[in-house]
């Protein structure tokens, strides 16, 4: 019933991969900015080649400044949502994002889902501000305030331009790389301007989420988040760097895509699929690490049914629970994935199952995931919520 995911050499880390902002007098330069030819430049008259230069200057200056204005308009709608003012909300967005261990840092992998049926345009602006939250730990951490005084002004500061698809479920997704800590991050997006159109108010929503970024730095056995994925895909060659900050989920050369919800018909499959990092490793490279996937469906406050199930064959329910189903666990050896694999290198070990739903009730699920270093005896867990029903 159970497919395995995959157990490939996979990437030590994650680079950064967002868009910045440079500020300089108070103008906001874009990056990435898109071509002229994607605005309606005032037609050059058919005259001299003085005047028709002279036009064609005026209009680039037009479209500069229109680039500049709309730079300057989505940097202050962040600005009132960090200092509590009213800001608009003319369409939804709705934030779901994942954590992955990187070179430096945490990496973000996020998407940004939207209902473009309601903006008048297709083309926009999204910018993206983190800003560290101060705790009372931070105050005597000298060490980590020169660090933050060393970043940027936020530590994400990114703005990329975006072409949404119509319909409501307009997906975008892009990533950054943070210390871990907690944070409140920022998301304003914005209709593009067109500099040759009727002067409207262009319409825009603001969002803000919090963050607890976890710690990858230890040497001690952990995973990546737990990636609901709607599907897997095993590329014939790695991605371009340049197209990297648009395609986050892409992990050596398995590229994931995050399902949109937990949300599942009975006719669909749940994946999921994650990195095991810091199994233990001999002196002779050997490791051993097997993986469990205990499922247990809600029941109703005070009830764990557990009959027909053998004694210490799952791990304990919680109440309200009832033990469900189970699959076969995986392990994850040198006899199995090779010799030349070695996680004491930084390889994190790829892990997940594609489970079919149609054996599922309707109903609210829990994926409990057991990682268990059988060298070490050390062991985590990880859940997974989800729902299966007969709508999406």
């Known amino acids: 019933m159970i497919e395995q995911v995959g157990q490939g050499r ?25 071509a002229l030819s994607i605005f309606h430049v005032p037609a050059l008259a058919a005259r001299g080649g003085a005047a028709r230069q002279r036009d064609q200057v005026a209009g680039e200056r037009q479209v500069e400044q229109t680039q500049r204005g709309e730079g300057e308009a989505i940097l202050a709608l962040a600005d009132a949502a960090l200092s509590g003012k009213p800001v608009p909300s003319d369409f939804p967005v709705r934030w779901q994002n994942d954590f992955v261990k990187a070179q430096r840092g945490t990496f973000v992998p996020f998407t940004l889902t939207v209902d473009a049926s309601q903006l008048t345009r297709r083309s926009a602006l999204v910018y993206v501000r983190a800003k560290r939250r101060s705790t009372a730990s931070d105050a005597p951490d000298r060490k980590r305030q020169d660090r933050d005084r060393d970043e940027a002004t936020y530590p994400v500061d990114a703005i990329f331009p975006v072409e949404l698809t119509p319909g409501s479920g307009s997906r975008i997704s892009r990533g950054f790389s943070v210390s871990p800590g907690e944070y409140d991050v920022f998301v304003v997006m914005r209709e593009r301007v067109d500099p ?38 095993v590329l014939a060659e790695a991605v371009p760097a340049d197209q990297l900050a648009e395609r986050p989920y892409v992990i050596g050369r398995n590229e994931i895509t995050p399902a949109a919800d937990r949300r599942f018909r009975r006719d669909e499959e ?11 490793v001999t002196v002779e490279r050997q490791f051993d690490v097997r993986v469990e996937y205990h499922f247990y469906r809600k029941v109703g406050a005070g009830v764990r049914a557990e009959a027909g199930v053998e004694p210490g064959a799952h791990p304990t329910g919680r109440a309200g ?53 059988l060298l070490s005896g050390k062991s985590v867990s990880r859940d997974v919520l989800f729902t299966v029903g007969s709508e999406p």
């Open 321 to 373: 629970e009832q033990y469900f189903n189970r699959t076969d666990p995986q392990r994850f050896n040198p006899a199995l994935m090779g010799t030349a694999f070695d996680p004491g290198t930084g390889e994190p070990v790829m892990a997940g199952q594609v489970v079919p739903l149609a054996g599922f009730e309707e109903g609210d699920y829990r994926l409990d995931v057991q990682i268990i270093d």
């Open 10 to 34: 996979m990437l030590a880390g994650l680079e950064q991969a967002t868009l910045s902002v440079r500020r300089s007098a108070g103008v906001v330069v874009l990056l990435v900015a898109p």
């Open 270 to 280: 749940l994946i999921v699929v994650f990195l095991v990092y810091n199994p233990m």
């Open 196 to 233: 040759g159109a009727p002067r409207t108010r262009p319409k825009a929503a603001v969002m803000r989420q919090a963050l607890s970024v976890p710690d990858f730095r230890s040497n001690e056995l952990t995973t990546s988040s737990l990636i609901v994925a709607d599907g897997l895909t």
